[in-house]
């Protein structure tokens, strides 16, 4: 039987989504329901780009399950220092562990690894998406809003990134609409690939995900505003002045925030820097749920990987 894997959002179904929040909800209620879910399991958890977050919520998930989680750095690897291929590495731990998470540059490495693993393999996070950060975001909408479906939302800022990417998964798969407020121009918007993507997923299930320029326009009437870092992994450090001056309309700033809904939620997958995508008043106001997206991610993926390893 071939392993399920999670490389993208759009590799569930709408209603695989709710039954997966479904889970977590209880799961975050109940913990003890899955204790020994994953007793003498093992996950592997393969680094190229740092974490925090992914790291600590797959392998307190993993914890909390009886299983175990390996950290794996990419820098220590034989194929991380170009001396075994991917494929052979695919191969290889797929006779130690029972599931894998990469978290990898190039979205082909990812999928070269699944196709060569014989367990399944989750993204945990590339550069065409950041699935597990916004399953995790989803189940904090659907406490914050009543449901994790049918938002509307806007995102402000480089939307060139996989946190974009998977929130536009995420609008058709929920049938939800985002509005996506970037400079119209290709080193921040999103990538016409990826716009057709979307464009075929909102088709087949619903939603809209739109993008334009101007901020307002995106932020009216919207029950959320979500941002991302403007320096995120390797973008070179001598880009920062141009970057910073071409997005400054797109800071989320207090003033701005208010042209949401009045009880409009932020969100921000972190790392953050303040003042500079967002200003501190608002990732740190009351209407900021940040800190709730991050513990969301270890529910998330503890009813992910009871799905995907029949826990």
Request: proline letters at 5%.
């Amino acid at each position: 039987m071939e392993p399920r894997h999670l490389l993208t959002l759009a590799d569930l179904a709408p209603d695989e989504i709710d039954d997966l929040l479904e889970r977590a909800r209880g799961l975050k209620a109940d913990p003890a329901t899955a204790a020994r879910a994953l007793y003498e399991r093992s996950l592997l958890m393969i680094f190229e780009a740092p974490s925090l977050r992914t790291r600590l919520s797959f392998e307190t998930a993993m914890t909390q399950l009886h299983g175990h989680a390996i950290n794996y750095y990419t820098v220590h690897s034989p194929w991380g220092v170009g001396k075994e291929s991917i494929e052979d590495v695919a191969r290889t731990v797929s006779r130690y562990c029972d599931a894998v998470t990469a978290r990898l540059y190039r979205h082909a490495d990812l999928v070269a690894l699944a196709e060569h693993a014989r367990v399944p393999v989750i993204n945990a996070m590339t550069d065409a998406g950041h699935p597990c950060q916004v399953l995790g975001d989803l189940l904090t909408l659907g406490e914050h809003l009543g449901d994790w479906r049918g938002w509307r939302m806007a995102y402000l800022g480089d939307a060139r990134n996989n946190v974009t990417y998977s929130l536009m998964r995420a609008a058709a798969l929920t049938r939800s609409d985002l509005a996506v407020a970037c400079p119209a121009d290709d080193r921040y918007a999103p990538a016409p690939e990826v716009r057709a993507e979307i464009d075929a997923l909102t088709a087949r299930h619903g939603g809209s995900v739109r993008v334009v320029s101007d901020p307002a326009d995106a932020l009216a009437g919207a029950e959320v505003v979500y941002t991302d870092s403007w320096m995120s992994y390797r973008v070179p450090e001598n880009e920062r002045e141009t970057r910073l001056r071409d997005l400054a309309s797109y800071r989320v700033r207090e003033a701005l925030f208010e042209r949401a809904a009045p009880a409009a939620k932020f969100l921000h997958c972190l790392p953050a820097s303040r003042e500079q995508e967002v200003e501190a008043g608002v990732i740190d106001g009351p209407r900021s749920l940040v800190f709730e997206q991050a513990e969301n991610r270890t529910h998330a993926q503890k009813a992910l990987l009871l799905e995907l390893l029949g826990g």
